[in-house]
């Protein structure tokens, strides 16, 4: 059955160094979302698109942050230069918006680590 | 800015026992939709309410909006283990920006 998925699902990295995040929605979804989990903050959205247009990235930090649909098929999500702070699960979700039904779709997440 | 706060935070509940959870918003909402999450796993879409005083029920889950549709709550009736997990509730004011509330876990003693 169709599913988020995203990669990679594990990552360990150094301070300082860029982490790049792929998602790839289910096909058909036309919005994607960006989480940020952790213990002390919850869930919170860090970006949407809407038919591949940046809506609202108001939750992410703009002088590291990046993210971007370069094509229906892949969104992206990119820290540089990365910071200790960043270390968390990061969920890309999909939907179908534009109708009153507006389910996410989580994808599996990946788990970042910055030393 | 929109806040969404729930309670509680944690909840242990012998199997068998109800438990409730409650999303409560600093503003009126266009709709609410409630998420699990098992430990380890990424949250799952359980419903969304979107009428004022809305009450839908799944099996032994009974969601319901409030008449000012500022709140709403989650109850399940006679526990089971696979219950455990986090739920959160996710809100909107009209756009596609959802913001989820801090979460309730819940864990089920056998």
């Known amino acids: 059955d169709a599913r988020v998925t995203q990669t990679p699902r594990h990552k360990v990295t150094e301070m300082g160094q860029e982490v790049t995040m792929r998602c790839q929605p289910i096909?058909?979804?036309?919005?994607v979302f960006w989480y940020r989990q952790t213990m002390m903050q919850g869930l919170e959205l860090l970006a949407y698109?809407?038919?591949?247009?940046?809506?609202?990235d108001s939750g992410m930090p703009k002088d590291r942050f990046s993210a971007e649909m370069p094509d229906a098929t892949l969104a992206t999500l990119k820290i540089q230069p990365s910071e200790p702070r960043d270390s968390a699960v990061y969920f890309c979700?999909?939907?179908?918006?534009?109708?009153?039904?507006?389910?996410?779709?989580f994808g599996p997440g990946t788990r970042l680590t910055v030393l | 800015g929109q806040q969404v706060m729930q309670i509680p935070q944690y909840q242990h509940v012998q199997e068998g026992e109800d438990f409730t959870t409650y999303c409560n918003s600093s503003?009126?909402?266009?709709?609410i939709q409630w998420y699990k999450q098992r430990p380890g796993g990424h949250p799952v879409f359980l419903i969304q309410?979107?009428?004022?005083?809305e009450v839908k029920k799944q099996k032994r889950l009974t969601f319901q909006f409030g008449e000012a549709k500022k709140n709403s709550s989650l109850h399940i009736t006679a526990t089971q283990t696979t219950d455990v997990g986090t739920y959160f509730c996710?809100?909107?004011?009209?756009?596609?920006?959802?913001?989820f509330g801090t979460g309730t876990r819940l864990k089920v003693l056998a």
């Open positions: 979700a999909s939907g179908f918006g534009g109708s009153s039904y507006n389910e996410q779709f």
């Open positions: 096909l058909g979804h036309n919005t």
């Open positions: 698109f809407r038919n591949r247009a940046p809506l609202d």
């Open positions: 503003t009126t909402l266009s709709n």
């Open positions: 309410l979107v009428k004022s005083g």
């Open positions: 996710a809100a909107t004011s009209g756009t596609y920006k959802y913001i």
